[in-house]
């Protein structure tokens, strides 16, 4: 068995594993508040593109937008949809360099939640600020311990498409509120590759108090994708924000 780095040996699969995810009402909230607390905004970018579904959106819709991921195999996938308005780079969030300033940022299904230290918020969050001007606004949002007790913690789930064959078990530390995602994906040749993913659950307070020392005014809080604040069911927490002048 080979270990794989994070999204890399289920890159190709991973549209299919998260196909029951409603992508289109996902960017209508992600639209909506970029049309709500930018002025006029003609330019975006996503922290985290994966494989581009939203780039795909922006752009049909006649936005500039820069997607950027870590991910070398994500990105692969992404080209296939990095058409007229939508580029992708490979860089990593917690320490990227743009000339361009945006006029919308945002990071979304849970990416900062894979930065496990509290520095390594502190250090995207500085990224962000050197791509903001005055107006600009990021939006990102983080899992709660609600949806990964509910729905992800000692469960297991299987999935087949295109040859591979992948296992998915989660486990959560309730102590260290870390949760660890398995992939053992095994191809057509038999061979099997396992992948291990770690994500850390942050509280709203942990977040604002990194937020407003990082020097960002937070304009919204608000829960799974709709202007709703956040309750003890809420899945994903949404933070909208602005640096402060």
Known sequence: MSIKDPYTGIAEAYDYILRHVDYQRWFEFIYETMIIYCNAPETVLELGCGTGKFGAKFSSNNFSIVGIDKSMEMLGVAKTRAFRNFRILCADIRNFVLKQKFDFIFCVHDTMNYLLDKDDIRSVLRSVK????????????????????????????????????????????????????????????????????????????????????????????????????PSPDTVMINFIVEKKN
């Open 130 to 229: 050197n791509v903001m001007h005055k107006g600009s606004v990021f939006m990102f949002d983080i899992t709660t311990e609600h949806n990964i007790e509910r729905f992800f913690n000692n469960k297991t789930s299987f999935y087949k498409t295109r040859g591979l064959h992948i296992e998915w078990n989660n486990t959560y530390d309730r102590d260290k509120k870390i949760i660890q995602s398995n992939f053992t994906t095994t191809d057509k040749k038999g061979s099997v590759h396992k992948e291990v993913h770690f994500q850390q659950i942050y509280s709203v307070e942990e977040i604002s108090g990194i937020l407003e020392s990082e020097g960002f005014n937070i304009l919204h809080i608000c829960s799974d994708y709709t202007f709703k604040p």
